[in-house]
């Protein structure tokens, strides 16, 4: 099937489950439509105060309606899969600053998730990401004996944030990405979404990306990581590989999985500078891929914007002189 009939199948699926359930909202994000990003950061509402206090047994239907229509969703867009439900304890917050991050995967009888799987080094991975791709957090919490997953995250603006969840239950034959609002208490000021870029600098290194995506096929990316004009080739693991690369879609933030090829010690593979993935994106658009890469001890983030089109066509990118600094500063892990 080609990208447009699927598309088109998809959103004619949501028109048909639309009513299935009282959960579907939750589901699939918030009603309030952003205001479009274009000229600059702009006004919008203020988002209104949260009301303090725990929030679980949101959905009342034990079956993901979507699920139920046999339609097939990127990750990261429905809070509930195959009876796993990503549950936040608090999905409001008063205002902007440093907060203790809980949650829990919940089966679907109710109950807290206690045994995961690793994936990529680790039980959980978090992602904490304003709506207009902002403030971007690749985080690893802490599972208490209850289920519940602690983690300290710095909001530093108000506004609409989405949580994702990536995880592997134990014994279950695939991994899970659930998404989850929150909103931070203000007046929510959208950016503007960065036009494309093949490279970015971030903290004294300069990344260079070769690669298209193309909807419904394999895309190969590499990402060269240079330092003051020398390649970087002691690169060092990361979350099983020599880099970690997120990449979610602009306006619904679908949640892509994004594979390394070649693993550390694999004899193959070597420790920079060029960093290559594996990419499927499900449709036309804009996307902002986030590259975590580890040197000298700590974690830095690179940032792009690539646009996914019918028939990509490969360009080697050329590292101007005075090219900008990516969105977000490489920061320690926990907080980058």
Do not use: C
């Not at 048909?16 to 909202?25: D, F, K, M, P, S």
């Not at 903290?203 to 909807?215: A, N, Q, S």
């Not at 590989?241 to 979610?248: D, E």
């Amino acid at each position: 099937m080609n990208t447009t009939a699927r598309v088109g199948s998809f959103v004619l699926g949501l028109a048909v489950v639309a009513g299935a359930a009282t959960g579907i909202g939750a589901a699939v994000g918030p009603v309030e439509v952003v205001p479009e990003r274009h000229g600059g950061e702009h006004e919008a509402p203020d988002v209104g105060a949260p009301t303090a206090g725990e929030h679980g047994g949101r959905h009342d239907t034990p079956t993901d309606p979507v699920e139920s229509a046999g339609l097939e969703l990127p990750g990261g867009l429905t809070v509930s899969q195959n009876g796993y439900s990503l549950d936040l304890l608090k999905d409001s917050l008063p205002g902007p600053g440093e907060t203790q991050l809980q949650f829990r995967v919940t089966d679907l009888a109710g109950s807290p998730v206690t045994a995961y799987e690793k994936s990529h080094g680790k039980d959980m991975h978090l992602i904490v990401v304003r709506r207009d791709l902002t403030d971007y957090q690749h985080v690893h919490p802490l599972l208490d004996e209850g289920g519940t997953w602690s983690v300290p995250v710095t909001l530093s603006r108000p506004g609409e944030y989405r949580v994702f969840a990536d995880f592997h239950v134990e014994g279950a034959e695939t991994g899970y990405t659930l998404g989850h609002d929150l909103s931070v208490a203000g007046r929510y000021r959208p950016a503007t979404l960065p036009a494309a870029n093949r490279t970015a600098r971030v903290d004294g290194y300069d990344v260079r990306l070769v690669g298209d995506l193309e909807p419904s096929a394999t895309s190969r990316l590499t990402l060269t990581v240079m330092r003051d004009g020398a390649p970087v080739t002691d690169l060092e693991p990361y979350l099983g590989a020599y880099g970690h690369l997120v990449a979610l879609r602009d306006d619904d933030l679908a949640y892509l999985h994004v594979h390394p090829d070649g693993v550390p010690g694999d004899g193959r593979t070597d420790s920079g500078p060029e960093i290559a993935f594996d990419a499927e994106v499900p449709s036309l658009g804009d996307y902002r891929l986030f590259l975590d890469f580890r040197h000298d001890g700590r974690v830095r983030t690179a940032a792009f914007t690539l646009s996914a089109k019918a028939s990509a066509e490969s360009t080697e990118p050329t590292l101007p002189a005075d090219a900008g600094e990516a969105d977000e500063p490489g920061q320690e892990e926990h907080n980058h």
